[in-house]
Nanobody, 120 residues
Framework: QVQLVESGGGLVQAGGFLGLSCAAS????????MGWYRQAPGKQRELVATITSGGSSNYADAVKGRFTISRDNAKKTVYLQMNSLKPEDSAVYYC??????????????WGQGTQVTVSS
């Protein structure tokens, strides 16, 4: 019943910027950590950034200083602001959330993924 819907992907030039968003919906009682992951063809899915319910964030070294993760608890939405994009940032980006519903304990949910392509 819980669903994460991502938006904001697209094609941008190197050095450009792009913002992603992911809204959670359903019978949600509580959301703890939310995060963004990405996966390029032939590569493992990797952590991009996470943010706790209290606003504490963590970033992969490859994106530190360029990406910013944030969330709006009232809107049950997590955002990823990506600046100074590089071709190596090209990947399918997935959002995730640890969600407690009214009938289940916390478990991880995933968005459908959104394509980000950075041209050189």
């Amino acid at each position: 019943q819980v669903q994460l819907v991502e938006s904001g992907g697209g094609l941008v030039q190197a050095g450009g910027f792009l913002g992603l968003s992911c809204a959670a919906s359903g019978s949600i009682q509580s959301i703890s950590t939310m995060g963004w992951y990405r996966q390029a063809p032939g590569k493992q899915r990797e952590l991009v950034a996470t943010i706790t319910s209290g606003g504490s964030s963590n970033y992969a070294d490859a994106v530190k200083g360029r990406f910013t993760i944030s969330r709006d608890n009232a809107k049950k939405t997590v955002y990823l602001q990506m600046n100074s994009l590089k071709p190596e940032d090209s990947a399918v980006y997935y959002c995730s959330a640890s969600v407690k519903t009214f009938v289940t304990w916390f478990r991880d949910y995933w968005g459908q993924g959104t394509q980000v392509t950075v041209s050189s």
